[in-house]
């Protein structure tokens, strides 16, 4: 069974354009964790979410990011002014009861 | 050095045949380590966690060396179904739960 789903499962959008990815956790989670694998790459972490607040986020996490958490259930990434750079997946995850992590099917965000 | 580091294969074996893979990671300070598996274009999925004391989960073994900060996992008796790429995981220090991975190592097995 999976933790978390997400949507969409494919994005396709123009560049300059906002995009927002969304997760939805099956259950009750506290941790909240976004990473990216461009294609072909490994996968990088971006940002990591608990109690309402970014406890950690990565170089790549710039100012055109942003999570939160808008209805106590849907955590949600945004992206403001894509760029061609950003096409990749995009992983939600959240936490297992001893550190290890599972993960949403992924969004993949494709920029023109 | 990278954080984690993998020989990215292609590992070629036929069915039944056992293989090993290696990671190495530089931060000597990391606290847990894990084995994911991730078919073209899906998830990563946790395959096991990886203990000091090493353990097993039926086909697989996976062995944590500390000091030579060293990570392996062994598939004995590989079936066609283990064919994708295996990903070592760690968990720096601090307890913000942020995963680095490392580039993976592709496996192939074949009929």
């Known amino acids: 069974e999976p933790e978390v789903t997400q949507t969409p499962s494919h994005q396709v959008t123009q560049m300059g354009q906002e995009v927002i990815l969304r997760c939805v956790p099956i259950s009750n989670h506290l941790y909240f964790y976004w990473y990216r694998q461009i294609l072909g790459q490994k996968v990088e972490f971006l940002v990591s979410f608990y109690n309402n607040e970014i406890s950690e986020k990565s170089e790549i996490f710039d100012d055109q990011f942003s999570v939160e958490r808008p209805d106590g259930s849907n955590f949600t990434l945004k992206i403001r002014s894509t760029k061609l750079e950003d096409s990749a997946m995009y992983f939600c995850?959240?936490?297992?009861?001893?550190?290890?992590?599972?993960f949403g099917p992924g969004t993949r965000l494709t920029v023109t | 050095r990278k954080e984690v580091e993998q020989d990215p294969g292609p590992f070629n074996v036929p069915e039944g045949a056992t293989v090993a893979f290696n990671c190495t990671y530089s931060n000597s300070a990391s606290q847990s380590f894990f084995w994911y598996r991730q078919d073209c274009r899906k998830e990563p999925k946790l395959l096991m966690s990886v203990y000091s004391s090493g353990n097993e989960d039926g086909r697989f073994t996976a062995q944590l060396n500390r000091a030579s900060q060293y990570i392996s996992l062994l598939i004995r008796d590989s079936k066609l179904s283990d064919s994708a790429t295996y990903l070592c995981v760690v968990s720096p220090p601090g307890n913000t739960g942020k995963l680095i991975f490392g580039q993976g190592t592709t496996l192939q097995v074949k009929p």
């Open positions: 995850a959240v936490h297992g009861p001893s550190y290890e992590q599972y």
